[in-house]
């Protein structure tokens, strides 16, 4: 079993900058692809970027190309994103989610194992 603790969220005016922790314990031996999923009120979960164990390839929703960078220190445990330029329409509950398959970058929520409750992200126009 693996525990995600997401971290870092607020409120933030548009234009501005937000990195979220997504915080690895139990099971943290094994390898883990590691995503961020997203959820606005009313709206269906949505796949914003994942990256691979070894951090080599990443992937992002094309919303968040350009903007968002997913990371991850592997030594701490935790997986980061930093949201840059973000505008009002990324507000959302945001999750981070572990994929017990290490290379597999997977958009679908179903591919992946473990999930944390979330961190609430608010922009402000």
């Known amino acids: 079993q693996v525990q995600l603790v997401e971290s870092g969220g607020g409120l933030v005016q548009a234009g501005g900058s937000l990195r979220l922790s997504c915080a690895a314990s139990?099971?943290?031996?094994?390898?883990?692809?590691m995503a961020w999923f997203r959820q606005a009120p009313g709206k269906e979960r949505e796949f914003v970027a994942a990256?691979?164990?070894?951090?080599?390839?990443?992937y992002y929703a094309d919303s968040v190309k350009g903007r968002f960078t997913i990371s991850r220190d592997n030594a701490k445990n935790t997986v980061y994103l930093q949201m840059n330029s973000l505008k009002p329409e990324d507000t959302a509950v945001y999750r981070c989610?572990?994929?017990?398959?290490?290379?597999?970058?997977?958009?679908?929520?179903?591919?992946?194992?473990?999930w944390g409750q979330g961190t609430q992200v608010t922009v402000s126009s």
């Open positions: 139990g099971r943290t031996d094994s390898t883990y692809a």
């Open positions: 990256i691979r164990w070894s951090g080599s390839r990443t």
């Open positions: 989610a572990a994929d017990k398959t290490p290379l597999r970058l997977g958009a679908a929520a179903g591919n992946y194992d473990y």
